[in-house]
């Protein structure tokens, strides 16, 4: 797992990673981190030097939305990603138009729409994609590759393809809710729809088929999850980390839902079985690129000599139905319930010891280790 790190508002991002280490230190598996960028002041761009050289953090991630909270300007976004370029780091950027967004949202509450539906509808998919093309620009300009995260738009994947046609190092993930579901799920009765509230939203069925294109000609390098997971009833953690935060208006429930425990297996039914893709592709897509962008090839992302001994033992024949009740996440959903899959993992072995076996947790929180990463952002 790499994971998100954000330093909280007006803290140095090294006062964010010494929290974030004290909370990764009872791990299950090996992790890593990305350093969510807040501000471009010359202490952090410094820090950002630190954090490469010393920490071995070799990906920073941008927000090109959520003004007045995450969102950088388009200026500090420039001087970030130059920063990362000469440094040998990777830019990772959340491509939505964050300001015409907001306007969007606010018209649609003043307007008293307020149901999860709502969250799609005020973050269209011409938004992702002109921030897709922006942020191209600007990584041209600073001379610095560039990893858009969880692509759902046919527009930004065209910015994309452009962009690798003229050889420059702009790499994209997807998601499998992006590739598997569509914007029906939001006409759900009652709250329901929440489940699937994420930025970006989940979008038409058209834009899915061509996500689907963009893996088969290799332009989609990667299918990561975006896991963000909260509760969508009251769980043991009570309503501070629940869906129905936004029982009121769209735009108060939490972003985000889980999709660790299933990738994997959904990935292999549906690249491998219904469209076509070779396994060679497939686990091209979920360990050996993310491996190789991000610093960790050859220790991870292989079978070979030297190498971490991380193996997943796989049934490709085995048939079962995804079940939120047999998860070993807090999340008490899953956006998959009841859909019956083909290819389930048996085993699973973290550097040589096995940790899963059937529906066994063999391992323990602390077993996981730090992952120091190399320079990132070269395929």
Not at 35 to 56: F, P, S
Not at 170 to 178: D, H, K, R
Not at 293 to 301: H, I, M
Not at 309 to 334: G, I, K, M
């Amino acid at each position: 797992v790499v994971d998100y790190c954000t330093p909280p508002p007006g803290a140095s991002l090294m006062a964010g990673l010494e929290d974030w280490h004290r909370r990764r230190a009872n791990a299950c598996v090996d992790v890593g981190a990305h350093m969510i960028v807040l501000d471009t002041g010359a202490a952090t761009l410094a820090e950002m030097r630190t954090l490469v050289e010393r920490e071995g953090i070799s990906s920073f991630k941008f927000f090109m939305a959520y003004p007045g909270a995450l969102m950088l300007e388009d200026g500090a976004l420039f001087s970030a990603m130059r920063t990362a370029g000469a440094l040998g780091a990777l830019s990772c950027v959340h491509a939505e138009n964050g300001p015409v967004i907001q306007s969007l949202v606010q018209e649609a509450l003043a307007q008293g729409r307020t149901a999860p539906r709502y969250h799609a509808q005020t973050r269209p998919a011409l938004l992702e994609g002109e921030a897709a093309q922006r942020a191209i620009a600007l990584a041209e300009q600073a001379g610095a590759p560039l990893y858009v995260v969880h692509l759902s738009t046919a527009q930004a994947l065209l910015a994309v393809q452009q962009a690798r046609r003229r050889g420059l190092p702009v790499f994209a993930e997807t998601c499998p809710q992006y590739l598997l579901l569509d914007d029906s799920v939001y006409e759900a009765e009652g709250f329901e729809g929440a489940k699937y509230v994420m930025s970006p939203p989940i979008r038409p069925a058209s834009h899915g088929a061509r996500l689907w294109q963009g893996l088969q000609t290799g332009d989609i390098q990667t299918v990561a999850t975006d896991h963000c997971a909260f509760t969508y009833g009251e769980g043991p953690q009570g309503l501070r980390v629940s869906k129905r935060l936004g029982l009121t208006a769209f735009n108060r429930i939490p972003n985000g839902a889980p999709g660790l425990e299933t990738r994997l297996e959904l990935m292999h039914d549906a690249a491998v079985r219904q469209h076509g893709l070779s396994p060679q592709r497939f686990v091209e897509m979920v360990a050996t690129a993310p491996a190789r962008l991000f610093g960790l090839f050859p220790r991870k992302g292989t079978v070979a000599v030297g190498s971490d001994a991380d193996l997943v033992l796989f049934d490709p024949q085995e048939r079962w139905t995804v079940r939120a009740a047999d998860h070993h996440s807090l999340a008490d959903y899953s956006l998959f319930e009841g859909r019956t899959l083909t290819g389930r993992v048996k085993k699973v072995f973290l550097r040589g010891q096995c940790i899963v076996d059937g529906a066994s947790w063999l391992g323990h929180e602390g077993l996981g280790q730090y992952l120091h990463r190399g320079a990132s952002g070269r395929p």
